[in-house]
């Protein structure tokens, strides 16, 4: 199932420029109803840009990155 955001449109009315703003950002749809029933759909033009890797991953010593793992892998048998 696709993730998305419901607005009622009196809402969207109040904060279209916010909303638009955010869809743009997070790549996520926005549903914009009335009386309930979805009448329109925002989408992102665009994908948003992938959070850099960089730094996410530490080690407390350089040999646990570099030393084998102690399970033997279905690809080595």
């Known amino acids: 199932m696709d ?4 607005i009622a449109i009196s809402q969207f009315k109040a904060r279209c ?3 638009i703003d955010e869809v ?6 926005l549903i914009v109803t ?9 989408v992102s033009l665009s994908r ?4 850099s890797l960089l730094g996410s991953v530490s ?3 350089e ?12 690809a080595d048998r």
């Open 34 to 42: 009335k009386r309930g029933k979805a009448i329109a759909k925002i």
């Open 3 to 6: 993730e998305y955001r419901e």
């Open 59 to 61: 080690y407390e010593r």
């Open 17 to 19: 420029l916010a909303m």
């Open 63 to 74: 040999e646990d990155l570099t030393s084998p793992a102690d399970e033997d892998w279905e």
């Open 24 to 29: 743009a950002r997070t790549g996520l749809p």
């Open 48 to 51: 948003p840009e992938a959070q």
